[in-house]
């Protein structure tokens, strides 16, 4: 009689941040699975959040349901998408949960708790700590199979070669809902009647102003932007008529910027979701966006070249948009904790 093969299961409870680095966070654990068809089931607690706002397969969604105790934690956290964030009951119920999971697995002869790299304001947590954690590395292999259960969290847990390797697989995976790319399609296909060339335009600003140093180096204003949009409006002329598509995470002034910016339907202070925005920015031909992991997502998503904006006395040149998986990794060595 064939033995069954076992399935090791890893869970991850938390590494840093809001949407952008939770789908980032995912996407390697996801290229990770698909390296390895049918030796792991992952469970993600830091996702569940967000899941409601995806067309998870239902692979996916059976890996949030798998086991009574997951099944029932997956519905106490799950976000309401009318409202569009975890209520502060919520993430108190995911952070005990994430700490007795560390301690179980920690505790249990056949289990272990990783804590790789930094897991920012989250605090007594249990288990083994290193630095960084390639998934693409034979040993790591060995010895995430070696155990039934390993509980992971912290922000350095990467594989660079299988998301590169698989990326078409956890795009489709990790596809937003149509509830919102409906929206996002009809947007710009309006805007791809009037321009021949699209530049997306990624503004983080909010909680850039209050936060260290490290991270305010990368706060521009939104004349700052204004200025970049006329240089790229004249660096892509060849490509005919050049429009833009603007998302913020703070209400903009229209005023500043020319009759060819349009304002996602998702921006701050506007009437739409910001998942929309993340869908126009994918469907646009480059993204400008500063250090931030959304606006990498949607480079990700819609498969197209990235200009980091990094340092305010930049000049934008058609040449300076690179590989968004290239632009990933710079946002990612620049050591930020990204949106």
């Known amino acids: 009689m064939q033995t069954r093969h076992r399935k090791a299961l890893l869970i991850y409870t938390h590494g840093a941040g809001r949407l952008g680095n939770q789908l980032f966070a995912y996407a390697h654990l996801l290229a990770f699975s ?17 899941s409601t706002f995806f067309a998870l397969p239902d692979q996916l969604k059976s890996a949030l349901h798998q086991h009574p105790l997951l099944r029932y934690l997956t519905s106490l956290v799950e976000v309401d998408p009318k409202k569009g964030k975890i209520s502060i009951l919520q993430e108190k119920v995911m952070v005990n949960c994430a700490r007795l999971m560390h301690i179980y697995a920690a505790a249990m002869s056949k289990g272990q708790s990783l804590i790789v790299g930094d897991i920012y304001y989250w605090s007594f947590i249990v288990g083994e700590r290193i630095t960084y954690l390639d998934l693409a590395l034979p040993q790591v292999v060995e010895r995430l199979q070696g155990k039934e259960v390993s509980v992971l969290a912290g922000w350095g847990i990467r594989s660079w070669s299988l998301l590169e390797k698989h990326g078409e697989a956890v795009r489709k995976k990790l596809a937003v809902h149509p ?4 929206i996002a399609q009809s947007f710009m296909d309006n805007l791809r009647e009037r321009y021949d060339f699209l530049v997306g335009v990624a503004i983080r600003q909010g909680d850039y102003r209050t936060s260290a140093a490290v991270y305010q180096r990368f ?10 949009i006329v240089q790229a409006d004249h660096a892509f002329a060849d ?3 050049v429009g833009f598509v603007l998302t913020a995470d703070e209400p ?8 060819n910016v349009h304002f996602s339907t998702g921006i701050a202070g506007g009437k739409g979701h910001y998942l929309e925005s993340l ?11 500063s250090a931030t992991t959304f606006g990498g997502w949607a ?7 990235v200009i980091p904006l990094v340092n305010s006395a930049q000049v934008i040149q058609p040449e300076d948009s690179i590989h968004y998986l290239k632009a990933l990794r710079l946002f990612d060595d620049l050591g930020n904790k990204l949106w």
């Not at 698909?34 to 967000?50: K, Q, S, V």
């Open 34 to 50: 698909e390296e390895h068809p049918g030796d792991y089931d992952i469970f993600n607690l830091a996702f569940i959040p967000y």
């Open 179 to 182: 509830r919102y790319t409906a």
């Open 219 to 228: 706060l521009f204003e939104s004349d700052q932007y204004a200025r970049w």
């Open 239 to 241: 490509k005919g008529r």
């Open 252 to 259: 903009q002034n229209a005023d500043l910027f020319g009759k």
């Open 279 to 289: 869908v126009e920015l994918s469907l646009c031909d480059v993204l400008m966006t």
């Open 299 to 305: 480079a990700f998503v819609g498969n197209i070249p």
